[in-house]
């Protein structure tokens, strides 16, 4: 499956972006799809996480309450929206697909993910 990710760009701390992601070339609905960050000089890190159907998310502490993930499977397109951004958001966001073929629901696991979109840079001003 082929990912590509859009909609970051330069925002104020305490402001909002949709992050989007579009898959192509694989039914989308057998994915789990995560979105990672990578801050400069920093390792990448999960975000965020949504089951093949959309009944399940999980997202990382560092975002509860801020990020919510959501997918709309007709459109081949998951999605990440961030509010209340903050200066340590700064990151370039990945998608990522895995086919869950451990028999889990979902996971935060970077190397369960095997298809990774090329990222969208998200820089958030103090």
């Known amino acids: 499956v082929q990912l590509q990710a859009y909609g970051g760009g330069l925002v104020q701390a305490g402001g909002s972006l949709r992050l989007s992601c579009a898959a192509s070339g694989r039914t989308f609905s057998n994915y789990i799809m995560g979105w990672f960050r990578q801050a400069p000089g920093k390792e990448r890190e999960f975000v965020a996480v949504i089951s093949k159907r959309g009944g399940t998310t999980y997202v990382a502490d560092s975002v509860t309450g801020r990020f919510t993930i959501s997918r709309d499977n007709a459109k081949n397109t998951v999605y990440l929206r961030m509010n209340s951004l903050k200066p340590e958001d700064t990151a370039v966001y990945y998608c990522?697909?895995?086919?869950?073929?451990?028999?889990?629901?979902?996971?935060?696991?970077?190397?369960?993910?095997?298809?990774w979109g090329q990222g969208t840079q998200v820089t958030v001003s103090s």
């Open positions: 990522a697909a895995d086919q869950g073929s451990g028999g889990y629901v979902y996971t935060s696991r970077l190397n369960h993910y095997s298809y």
